[in-house]
């Protein structure tokens, strides 16, 4: 079993960064990929960006050249890097991790993020 905690979320200013930490534990070598959604208030879960155990990077149009996922293996934790953030940034964040051909999918507990002057 995979248990996933985040932290780093908080309040900003439009313009802002922050970095969101994910930290695995447990299964950890069952794990292919790992990676960060988001929800709005009144919007659905969507997929900010992910990596694979290869190294391989996947982001959401709207976060393209201002997100950027990366991963420490020596730490099982996974970052988010965000610069230039914007009001709509402003979510609930969601770490998960997953498994071989999407099984075992494992959410953390969700981090607040909040973009406003």
């Known amino acids: 079993q995979v248990q996933v905690v985040e932290s780093g979320g908080g309040q900003v200013q439009p313009g802002g960064s922050l970095k969101l930490s994910c930290a695995a534990s447990g299964n950890i070598f069952s794990i292919t990929t790992m990676g960060w959604y988001r929800q709005g208030p009144g919007k659905e879960r969507d997929l900010v960006a992910a990596?694979?155990?290869?190294?391989?990077?996947n982001y959401a149009e709207s976060v393209k050249g201002r997100f950027t996922i990366s991963r420490d293996g020596t730490k099982n934790t996974v970052y988010l890097q965000m610069n230039s953030l914007k009001p709509e940034d402003t979510a609930v964040y969601y770490c998960?991790?997953?498994?071989?051909?999407?099984?075992?999918?494992?959410w953390g507990q969700g981090t607040q993020v909040t973009v406003s002057s």
């Open positions: 998960y991790s997953m498994g071989p051909y999407g099984t075992s999918m494992v």
């Open positions: 990596i694979t155990s290869g190294g391989t990077t």
